[in-house]
């Protein structure tokens, strides 16, 4: 019989080599994510545009191309490319998107001959000390492994300001893991890199990712479609904070220029303001209600929405400058939003 500290030993040594395996296995299901963005500075007498250049992670949960990322590594984009473990790019779309969670689904035009898709796994049956692993582009150099533990499962406090749901981890996070995908010892995703608090800027081994539920959740069983807007869930707790008279609403923070929504003249925000451990973009609209639907009930809202097709009407009660209106948009063509396979039963 072999002592602990053999077996120990023994299953240390076996660690590396099924880590070795299943990274192999997923690997492919790994992609970079690079942005283009514009950025305008205005003065009394001139304006210079800038371009520059964003890179982050994404993961591919569907065979006909649709990645996962996380809304912050594309919500500012005028272009995305996706480029794939064989070194070929597609440009890639929106399709739905939850600033508050921080998640976005992507869908490119074009998928390489040999592609891997990933399982998104049920990251309710993480717990504390579980193995885990993340892949992505940090620093802009592609498919890195770092691996750690599940440290916490956390739970936002502060409603309406960031991802409600949250893992913490060890496992080496940088810049460029942004939207990459949290690895099982199975080789499930069990969830999508999000950010890190640092003193420094780099890993200090606090990374955070939204788990894999909330991306199955809010991509595509509630998937709101993507008209060019950047929302924010408010609840009522956060609303008394800023005095709205509003009992919950969707924030408008960010409207893409020549998109539906600026056309149909949604208005985002104009200030940045900090709060709690985030950011609010202020002074964009406040949705109420949504084609006569409150925004208390954003399952219903999801529901409606998802049945509507190209040429449907959506009209938004509006709270701009302490006053009501309403905005009305018609839907243009949009790209589906795909099923994915059930989790598995629970074990009673």
Known sequence: MLSATALSLLLLSAAPGAL?????????????????????????????????????????????GYVVTAAHVVEDAEVI?????????????????SR????????????????TVATLGDSDALVQGKRVFAVGAPMGLEHTLT???VSALRTNPEKGFGPRKLIQTDV?????????PLFNEAGEVVGIASFILSTSGGN???????????V???????????????????TRDVAEVFNWTAESGFLVEKVRPGSVAAKAGLRGGVVTAKVADGEIILGGDL????????????????????????????????LRGGKLEQVTMTLPSLVPVPALPPLPAKKK
């Not at 296995?25 to 545009?49: F, I, K, L, W, Y």
């Not at 490319?81 to 998107?97: F, I, L, N, P």
């Not at 959740?217 to 509630?222: A, I």
Request: glycine content about 10%; cysteine-free; overall charge neutral.
């Open 216 to 234: 199955r959740r809010r991509l595509f069983e509630q998937a709101l479609p993507y008209v060019g807007v950047s929302l924010r869930y408010i």
């Open 100 to 115: 508050s969670e921080d998640v976005a689904l992507l869908k490119t035009d074009e998928t390489p001959k040999a592609m």
């Open 287 to 318: 949705i109420l209600r949504v084609n006569n639907l409150d925004t208390a009930k954003p399952d219903a809202i999801g529901a409606m929405l998802k049945g509507l097709k190209a040429g449907d009407t959506i009209t938004y009660d509006v």
């Open 147 to 149: 691996s750690g533990v």
């Open 81 to 97: 490319e996706v480029q794939w473990k064989d070194g070929t790019t597609s440009r890639a779309t929106v399709v739905t998107m």
């Open 204 to 214: 200090m081994g606090l990374g955070f990712a939204v788990p894999s539920n909330t």
């Open 172 to 180: 080496a996070i940088n810049q460029g893991n942004s939207g990459g």
């Open 20 to 64: 070795e395996d299943v990274f192999a296995r997923v690997d492919g299901a790994v992609v970079t994510v690079r942005v283009g963005m514009r950025h305008m500075a205005q003065s009394e007498t001139t304006a210079v545009m800038a371009v520059s250049v964003g890179t982050g992670s994404g993961v591919v949960v569907h065979k006909d």
